[in-house]
């Protein structure tokens, strides 16, 4: 009797294999460990591997060193693409940064129908690029669009059409890309201005300091991690430009408004050159990454730091 | 046997990090247990590896007999109650009182008779269909103690139960608590940094820091017989005066100060040698007044601040050149400025060694 | 919508999230008609016209017919109102040999759109779960795997999984595209769920674990009903990321019989051959946007919460 007690003692006492611990959790977790592992993880050595290959209709394991991203930063197509985004981004960072800024700024202080001018704001970002980029199609188009109304008012030599002036393309592109991605700024940055202290206001209203200056001075500085925020945000949309592009201009006049990702999807799905799409969306994620860093670095080196 | 929770050679660590260090407790059936310390000294964790919460580095964990170091917390036989409450919200409170049973399979009916018989307990009949948000904090905890009761188990763990209610619901609960021991008669393993809670509920106290138990006793031993410096400044409010200085075998010296140990009850019962060493007085064991004149050992202190709260005042003073603290009567009338005859009775001081912190 | 939710940081988004809805706390204007006052509005409302103005056209093109679309300019409300157009897009929209209209694609949509609602929201609050609550050996890698993921463009990853999805017998149908839908949503709804339950207090879950519950029971009876906006916030984010992608439904769908409402709504708009008939075109803009605008509209508040939760993580 006694040594069975002992016995069933010692079994329960004994240290379960730390493999079966917490079993429930691991097996649940098995889609995302596939899809961390294999998807993500996977896939990018993948391509990345595949990039250095001479893959053409089909991915194939023959080395070719770095020819395909001679051949890539040859093509005058890429070149335009890169040229495209750089010009775009500058000027979509900048532009979306401060016009969100103003929108916020005005929404915050204390006006009526903040919420009717909110959803008037963001109701574009509910949408498809697909459906901003045709409907903006339709508006500049030359013959009925915004162009033909002004001249119809009496400026008849009134010009402004974007989307068939390989000069002028990619601003047609900005205004739809504004129009569809201000307002989740916007939303962010009010959200990072109902962050701040009311007694912020109280003091520089004691120290007599105008209402524009406060936002420049005192503000701004405080929102610091808003606007870094706002910043990767606006960063890695601009990086997958595609569904706009494809619906608004299809990469045209020409190649005028050719961006990298159609690069990668038309060399990889339309030319069946794989090689040449690997190659390209390596440099994609390359850009993203160097983005990435300093971003990574500020926000949890310095943190770390403090 | 007498065991109900024995906790053997316990070791926790976090990667470097060492939590909890070869501790050994033995908690006897129906006692009331409270692991006192500040926070972070590893009291809420070891109530947690009672409870099979945290996962144990090493060493044994036995309730009513039975190892259970490994055992899952629904199956040790214990119940618990949680500072926050832990109410599941969207549950009523009938709810929250059987879902521990449903989970066991416990027949209908007889889930039934243990939420009846735990309403009737706390008084919680008429919240039995109420939802948590609907509740005030001291019926929450109410709820909170029952879903430990309908367990039916021998041993409940409280962590830091009250400390989220206000000062007059904390000292109601407190009564209820106690009297509640008493009823049950259970084992009560009790986590605060309440040294009132802990003295009005404690059959033995256990002080932690730093992961091991610096003392454990019944809070008188507690009070006063300190087993080491830190209990000694940890315990009482306003704190012990300490006063460093020489120990020859039979006087304390500082300074000006020479005091013969009369009726000093010396660890072990054997005079220690001449070593340096602290004493410690409690503000309250300071003797003022007319008795002042006739104590064992008598000094002049000056008063430099008085703090009259209402029962008792309490004199910032000079001894000596250092700060000492005076617990007088309420209606003691001093002044800043003033010599202050006072006496003290060296049988109720504590003696330590400076450089162990261990009672002589 | 979920690509550009997934930039999130790693500060708690709760926090800051729900301050988008508090009262405002920039300074009062004085009077109701000073001059700053007149410039607050006035830019407000310049502004409000500019966003509505695609809206606007997009309604008003939409029930003209095309004769009065040539005359007439793009921003004059309709002189005959009819819904032809609009019969039109649904029903008989031609893109390559099918001409039976977008509902085609709609149907697609929905189809695609049913199961990865939930299958990419069950597999992510599940994982938000096992990461808040039940964390073990290497559980934080795995998310950080995920998160970094989702940063990398997705062109990265595309033509591997064309051959996963190939492999697996899946590639051109519609499940394959679910599977895509679920794994590229994963990241922001893990770290949306993830973050969510993180805050819920940690003694709720080791009362359940005293009471006997287990990883199932704890999710189902415990953690699930009281978290009920998370998962409306996750519903929202998926649906218009899912209802809005193109990029994948181009990819992953091989046969034009089975696109999304996206991919089918570009090839009508910007097919070459043909008369344009702008009207029909603006309808079926009008009809691929209207789920996400209704969602939109109805969730109001929620969205912008989603959306902030999702980008801002503060």
Same mark, same amino acid.
């Given at each position: ?25 691991? +097996? ?13 993880? !996977? ?12 893959s053409?209709? +089909?991915?194939?394991? %023959?080395?070719? !060193?770095?020819?395909?991203?001679? *051949? +890539?930063?040859?093509? *005058? ?11 775009y981004?500058?000027l ?21 129908? %903040?919420? &009717?001018? *909110? ?20 508006? +500049? ?9 002004? *001249? ?16 002028i ?13 201000? !307002? ?6 009010l ?5 701040i202290? %009311? ?8 120290d ?11 503000i ?13 945000l ?8 595609y ?14 408004? %050719? ?6 999807? &038309? ?9 040449? !799409? ?29 | ?25 033995? /908690? ?19 109530? @947690? ?17 039975? @190892? ?7 199956d040790?036989? /214990? ?31 007889? /889930? ?40 039916? =188990? ?20 407190? =009564? ?14 009790? =986590? ?31 009070? @006063? ?5 830190? =209990?000694a400044?940890f ?26 140990? #009369? ?17 410690? #007085? ?14 064992p ?47 003290i009775?060296?049988a109720?001081?504590s ?8 009672r002589? | ?52 103005l ?76 096992a ?20 940063f ?76 009920l ?49 702008y ?26 919460r ?9």
């Amino acid at each position: 009797m006694a040594s069975i007690d002992t016995d069933a003692r010692s079994r329960a006492g004994r240290r379960p294999n730390r493999l079966f611990k917490n079993m429930n959790a691991k +097996l649940a977790s098995l889609p995302m460990m596939f899809t961390a592992l294999v998807v993500f993880l !996977g896939g990018t050595i993948w391509t990345i591997t595949y990039s250095f290959t001479s893959s053409g209709l +089909l991915p194939r394991l %023959e080395w070719a !060193g770095l020819e395909q991203y001679a *051949r +890539l930063w040859s093509s *005058r197509k890429w070149l335009v693409s890169i040229e495209n985004l750089a010009i775009y981004g500058f000027l979509s960072l900048i532009l979306t940064l401060v016009i969100a800024f103003i929108l916020a700024a005005l929404l915050d202080r204390k006006i009526r129908g %903040e919420d &009717t001018f *909110r959803t008037i704001f963001l109701y574009p970002f509910a949408l498809s690029f697909i459906v901003t980029g045709l409907v903006w199609q339709w508006i +500049l188009n030359p013959q009925f669009g915004v162009q033909d109304v002004v *001249r119809d008012l009496g400026w008849t030599n009134f010009n402004f059409d974007p989307l068939n002036n390989p000069e002028i393309v990619l601003y047609g592109l900005l205004i739809a890309g504004l129009w569809q991605g201000t !307002g989740l700024i916007m939303c962010i940055m009010l959200a990072g201005l109902r962050g701040i202290d %009311e007694d912020i206001w109280k003091a520089t209203r004691v120290d007599g300091i105008g209402t524009v200056k406060t936002y420049l001075v005192v503000i701004i500085p405080m929102m610091r991690p808003v606007f870094v925020t706002s910043l990767v945000l606006i960063g890695s949309g601009i990086v997958k430009l595609y569904d706009l592009v494809v619906a608004q201009t299809s990469g045209g006049p020409g190649i005028s408004s %050719e961006v990298p990702a159609k690069y990668v999807m &038309t060399s990889m799905f339309g030319g069946q050159n794989l090689g040449q !799409g690997f190659a390209a969306s390596t440099m994609m994620m390359l850009s993203v990454i160097i983005i990435l860093i300093p971003w990574a670095y500020l926000e949890f080196g310095g943190r770390k730091r403090g | 046997m007498n065991h109900s929770v024995e906790i053997k050679n316990l070791d926790l660590s976090f990667g470097a990090v060492t939590v909890l260090e070869n501790l050994n407790l033995d /908690i006897h059936k129906g006692e009331f247990l409270v692991l006192l310390g500040s926070s972070g000294c590893g009291k809420s964790t070891l109530l @947690n590896c009672i409870a099979g919460l945290l996962e144990v580095s090493d060493g044994q964990i036995w309730i009513e007999g039975k @190892n259970v170091t490994w055992e899952a917390p629904s199956d040790r036989g /214990i119940g618990m109650v949680f500072q926050s409450y832990a109410l599941y919200p969207q549950m009523t409170v009938k709810g929250n009182l059987s879902f521990g049973l449903k989970n066991a399979k416990v027949p209908k009916a007889e /889930i039934e008779k243990r939420v009846q018989r735990a309403a009737d307990v706390l008084q919680i009949q008429p919240l039995l269909d109420r939802k948590p948000g609907a509740l005030s904090g001291g019926q929450r905890q109410r709820v909170a103690i029952g879903r430990a009761l309908v367990r039916d =188990v021998d041993v409940f763990l409280f962590d830091e139960p009250l400390s989220n209610l206000d000062a007059k619901l904390r000292a109601d609960l407190r =009564v209820e608590l106690k009297r509640l021991h008493q009823q049950l008669e259970n084992t009560m393993i009790y =986590v605060t940094h309440d040294q009132i809670e802990a003295m009005t509920l404690a059959d033995r106290i256990a002080i932690m820091k730093g992961g091991s138990i610096m003392q454990l006793g019944s809070p008188d031993e507690i009070y @006063n017989r300190p087993q080491n410096l830190y =209990v000694a400044d940890f315990i009482g409010s306003p704190s012990m005066n300490f006063i460093e200085g020489e120990f020859d075998g039979t006087h304390f010296k500082a300074g000006d100060m020479n005091m013969e140990m #009369i009726g000093y009850a010396y660890v072990g019962s054997l005079t220690p040698s001449a070593r340096r060493a602290t004493i410690g #007085i409690r503000p309250e064991h300071v003797i003022t007044g007319e008795l002042a004149a006739t104590a064992p050992q008598r000094f002049t202190a000056t008063v430099d601040l008085v703090e009259p709260m209402g029962s008792d005042t309490l004199v910032y003073a000079t001894l000596d050149g250092k700060m000492f603290r005076i617990r007088m009567d309420g209606q003691a009338k001093v002044k800043p400025g003033e010599s202050l005859p006072i006496g003290i009775d060296p049988a109720r001081a504590s003696l330590f060694d400076t450089k162990t912190e261990q009672r002589l | 919508m979920a690509d550009v939710g997934i930039l999130a940081t790693t500060k708690a988004a709760e926090q800051i999230a729900p301050r988008t809805l508090d009262g405002p706390s920039g300074p009062r204007p004085k009077r109701r008609f000073s001059r700053a006052n007149i410039i607050v509005y006035g830019t407000l409302f310049i502004v409000a016209v500019y966003y509505a103005l695609p809206l606007y056209v997009m309604i008003v093109t939409s029930l003209k017919g095309m004769p009065e679309i040539q005359m007439g300019n793009i921003f004059a409300p309709p002189i005959e109102v009819t819904f032809e157009p609009w019969v039109k897009a649904w029903s008989e929209a031609c893109t390559g040999i099918n001409c039976d209209g977008l509902s085609r694609g709609f149907w697609n949509s929905v189809n695609i759109l049913i199961p990865s609602l939930i299958v990419s929201i069950a597999v992510a609050s599940i994982n938000g779960y096992a990461l808040s609550m039940w964390k073990f050996k290497g559980s934080e890698v795995f998310f950080s795997i995920l998160m970094i993921g989702a940063f990398i463009p997705y062109q990265v990853m595309l033509y591997p999984i064309v051959i996963m999805l190939r492999e697996a017998g899946l590639y051109g149908s519609l499940s394959g595209l679910v599977l895509v839908h679920v794994a590229f949503g994963m990241p922001i709804n893990t770290l949306l769920f993830r973050n969510y339950f993180a805050a819920i207090p940690e003694e709720l879950f080791k009362a359940a674990r005293v009471d006997g519950a287990g990883f199932w029971a704890i999710f189902f009876r415990i953690i699930m009903p009281m978290s009920l906006p998370i998962f409306v916030v996750a519903l929202i984010i998926q649906v218009t990321g899912i209802w809005n992608d193109f990029l994948f439904g181009v990819t992953y769908i091989s046969s034009p019989d089975r696109y999304p409402m996206t991919v089918q709504l570009n090839n009508i708009v910007n097919s070459v051959q043909g008369v344009k008939e702008y009207n029909v075109n603006m309808a079926a803009t009008l009809l691929t946007g209207l789920v996400p605008l209704t969602i939109y509209f109805i969730s109001g508040k929620l969205f912008v919460r989603g959306i902030a939760a999702g980008a801002v993580k503060g």
